[in-house]
């Protein structure tokens, strides 16, 4: 059974650069041919999808957050990763790690707060 | 950025009952549009990819339809554990973008 799980702090002070990793089990990143995504959904809002990669190192942004956003694989460990720069309380949001494009696997999510 | 509009915003619906969502793209999309149901504290499921091909374990009350610019999701004969938040996502641009959900309540 695949399972992705998110990782990282749930607290980030603005301007502050926000680190999160997703863990996939079940599956390998590197074998797989899949892409590898991150999604954000503001408290109580709608779905907004930031970044993808691929094992091969291929990388696709959201226009509106590339600028800010690096996304990159460790296939070693089987885990990919997302960095947010100069956050602010406009990214405070949960965070998912999903599979692929449509997204046919998520994990459970982590919220983050952007606050002093 | 293509703007995927979906109507209604909210539905309440009798079990039993068919209910149709709607989700219209700002210019054609081909049949790169999905559809996910996300109940409370839950994170997404994909139910139908590709406009109209069901996501393995979806039951077959749901259906998708439409190409272009206009999609639907039906849900024939809805049942209590359908009360979610519905979204549709298109993908003919990369990650793609997002509507801005149905929220579909149990009467």
């Known amino acids: 059974q695949v399972r992705l799980q998110e990782s990282g702090p749930g607290l980030v002070k603005p301007s502050q650069t926000l680190s999160l990793t997703c863990t996939v089990s079940?599956?390998?990143?590197?074998?797989?041919?899949?892409?590898w995504s991150w999604v954000r959904q503001h408290p109580g809002k709608g779905l907004e999808w930031i970044a993808y990669?691929?094992?091969?190192?291929?990388?696709h942004y959201n226009p509106s957050l590339k600028s800010r956003v690096i996304i990159s694989v460790d296939t070693s460990k089987n885990q990919f990763s997302l960095k947010l720069r100069s956050v602010t309380a406009a990214d405070t949001a949960i965070y998912y790690c999903a599979r692929d494009v449509p997204f046919d696997l998520w994990g459970q999510g982590t919220l983050v707060t952007v606050s002093s | 950025e293509i703007v995927l509009t979906q109507s209604p915003d909210f539905q309440s619906v009798t079990p039993k009952e068919k209910v149709t969502i709607t989700c219209r793209a700002s210019q054609s999309i081909s049949t790169s549009l999905h559809w996910y149901q996300q109940k409370p504290d839950q994170s997404p499921k994909l139910l139908i990819k590709?406009?109209?091909q069901s996501f393995s374990g979806v039951p077959s009350r749901f259906r998708g339809s439409g190409s272009g610019t206009d999609f639907t999701l039906t849900i024939d004969s809805l049942e209590a554990e359908d009360a979610a938040t519905y979204y549709c996502h298109q993908s003919i641009s990369y990650g793609g973008t997002f509507g801005q959900g149905t929220k579909v309540e149990i009467k």
């Open positions: 079940g599956d390998s990143i590197g074998g797989s041919g899949f892409f």
């Open positions: 590709y406009a109209s």
């Open positions: 990669i691929h094992y091969s190192g291929s990388t």
